[in-house]
């Protein structure tokens, strides 16, 4: 009954951190999120605490926070892309390719269209045109909405004719 508890106390304070952050609240999200996984830590709660500390510039500390819910849960392919995504704003493109490949064989993710974005992100950078095109097509089948995907692939198919 305990063990329930702590986890219904941490699961309130996660989604209020989340309403903090999304409000822009950030200093204060991070603090309820800490207190979140001090009391039950999971995957989530160390992903978005990872993703306030990218918002406020601290990207190392998200990669780290990014690892530690790996460590509690390495089903779940959030973190794997987020620190795919932060090594590209780091601009280690090499080094951020294999956590997005994880990220797209995750058995826990349900947004594996981002992983094939940033994967086309880097191809792009590199000048790999063909093999951007393809993830962007990727992303796109996964989720045909994806106006970040159709408009990425829509300009280097220009660029290509």
Not at 17 to 45: D, F, V
Not at 82 to 89: F, R, S
Request: charged share 30%.
């Amino acid at each position: 009954m305990e063990q329930d508890q702590a986890r219904q106390s941490a699961r309130e304070l996660f989604q209020e951190a989340y309403r903090l952050q999304m409000a822009g609240e950030l200093p204060e999200a991070l603090k309820l999120y800490t207190r979140s996984i001090e009391i039950h830590a999971t995957a989530e709660a160390y992903t978005f605490r990872g993703w306030t500390h990218s918002f406020m510039g601290s990207v190392d500390e998200a990669i780290a926070d990014c690892q530690r819910a790996i460590e509690v849960d390495p089903d779940f392919g959030n973190p794997y892309n987020d620190i795919g995504a932060y090594l590209i704003e780091k601009g280690q493109l090499d080094e951020a390719i294999p956590w997005l490949e994880k990220a797209q064989h995750a058995r826990r993710y349900e947004a594996r269209q981002f992983p094939h974005a940033n994967l086309a992100r880097i191809y792009e950078r590199k000048g790999d045109w063909h093999r951007a095109i393809a993830e962007y097509q990727e992303a796109l089948k996964l989720e045909p909405g994806y106006e970040h995907a159709a408009k990425a692939l829509s300009r280097l198919r220009g660029m290509l004719n």
